[in-house]
DNA sequence: CTGAAAGCGCTAACAG
DNA sequence: CTGTTAGCGCTTTCAG
């Protein structure tokens, strides 16, 4: 910078004018300090200026698995926001694992993020809370938190399971299993309330061992899967709660040799890239992630802009795809 | 930090000292140290420091689409590779735009990071070049970098392209089409050039209009295929060069009710959750994807560590997967 | 073994 | 409209 400031025959303050297109500049100045910016191909730092401002315009998402498509997808769209808005985004995975999580808030913090948008890995004594009422900007996504005071964003989980679960009943279904998420977090818990909701509104009463709560794992779904088909009193359908659950379940199922629909209904959340494609049979409600991101991006910018905003919780509502409708909503949404 | 060294009683430079694990410090002064940083919950400024020493220790990775599942693997690797190293990631999505790379590497640089791993999104006149000639550690993954000297990670194209059409021919096929990606990457070129290789050596010769070179996206793969199915003439096999393209081949297979294996047989690179499980009759060549991102990190972390090493070109096998051992691929790659 | 002091590159008063 | 100056939080000589 004393180097522009030099070539251009100004001081580095006037420089500094320039960079963030301040008033107060003469336009020939301006003119002459842009032309030392090119020649030396100056780029400012960034790291010197969060320091002295005390934040940056980098925005912080801490997501649970990378490599599952609903965070992706989710990414995607605070990106996206981000990007419109020139905040940049700062990706992490904390692999459903707290030391991880705390681990990677700590050094969001350290290095200044303006705000961060979380998918919590468990409801209760997070870590968010101390960051919180540190002033730090924050958005819980996906999965509430207990005992804070946030701005958040989910679906309906307990409705989009009832319809599910209501819908696999009208196909005939009595006897429905469910693989669900573990019970800390509030997808696994929300979307168990509704399953059993739909069953008891239908004067249908499960058995115990036809439920599993598990970690939401490919391979947990593959496990429970494997145990409940091989029984000889098999459910005639599963409810499983995620995506990778039903990965899971859906390779117990053709490990099994059995197909979908005519042996064994499925029905499950998210909708996956070609699932709905290739399975036409599978029940499925599908989340709008594309907007959840963006809502979560566009509640952390507005509390950025404003601190003292009241927390919102906006609760999205999730689709359940007709087996007719499964390809032209996989269609729309490949479109995007 | 001056705080903790009030409350210690001693000088910040002290406290830098314990905070870096430095020697020349009395046993009891450290302890006293790390209690008044417990006391206060002080977390060091990643920030200042960077400024200080000019480098960070972290990484960035630029991939060209967050939402593919051979980049959000590889990401994966990455850090967990960078993770052992106490490095952390910066993921950016260059959405296949060469506006949106330059810009991010520019923000990159500006926040100090240590070196980049970037998917290039066209290999001639790329701003890597600069970037390395001012000495940032860097290092391309998946596309190489053309008229350029840099450690790079590919895998064998050309070899797994051939294999795979070979193989496709060994079940009779002769009139083969081909969809794939963009020229101007190294990927899109190099596969071409082996499926070439491959009909000239079985002495075929591929019809002009059979031949699709298209951006690697979802929705060119679907329209060049539903070009390619609806001629009267439709070939009885399709290769297609990336994962998206292969989905969006997949629609337009399933939209014309054709089936897969049966009324065509189709070949792709990259493995996708589901799509082996699911379509066993897909001649798969599968990437490792895994050791690319961690072979690129490992790369990445020693030129951090000696700028002065020769540049490596690592290239790693692809695996072709038999039609019987799909399955056991799958089972075994979920397993991670 | 410990402290004082300078300075990384930038911004924001405050003067002029 | 422009320059001077102090200082963000840290590391790192150099003295003691």
Known sequence: ??????VAGVSNATVSRVLNNREHVSQATRER???????????????????????????????SDIQNPFFTALARAVDDVAFQHQYTVFLCNSDENTGKEALYL???????????????????DS????????????????????????????????????QLVTNMI???????????????ITTGRERYEGYLKALADHGLTPRPEMIFKVPPTESSGYQSALRLLQRPDRPTAIFTGNNLLTVGALRA??????RVGEDIALGTFDEMSLMTLLLPDLNVVAQPTYEIGSVATQ?????????????????????LLSKDGNLAYYRQSARR
């Open 253 to 258: 199922v053709y490990e099994l040799n059995l």
């Open 299 to 319: 509640l952390l910018l507005n509390r950025i802009a404003d601190p003292s905003l009241p927390t919102q919780q906006v609760v999205l509502k999730p689709t």
């Open 33 to 63: 300090v842009q032309a030392a910016i090119e020649q030396l191909n100056y780029r400012p730092s960034r790291v010197a200026r969060s320091l002295r401002v005390n934040r940056s315009r980098i925005l912080g998402l801490l997501v």
């Open 170 to 184: 009208a196909d005939g279904h009595r006897d429905i299993a469910a693989i669900v998420g573990s019970q800390t």
């Open 127 to 162: 870590p968010c809370q101390q960051l919180i009422s540190q002033g730090l900007p924050m958005v819980a996504v996906d999965r509430r938190l207990l005992d804070v005071d946030i701005d958040t964003v989910v679906i309906d989980n307990v409705g989009g399971a009832y």
């Open 106 to 124: 700590d050094l969001m913090v350290s290095e200044n993020v303006a705000g961060i948008i979380i998918t919590p890995s468990r409801e209760t």
């Open 1 to 6: 910078m004393q180097e522009v400031a030099r």
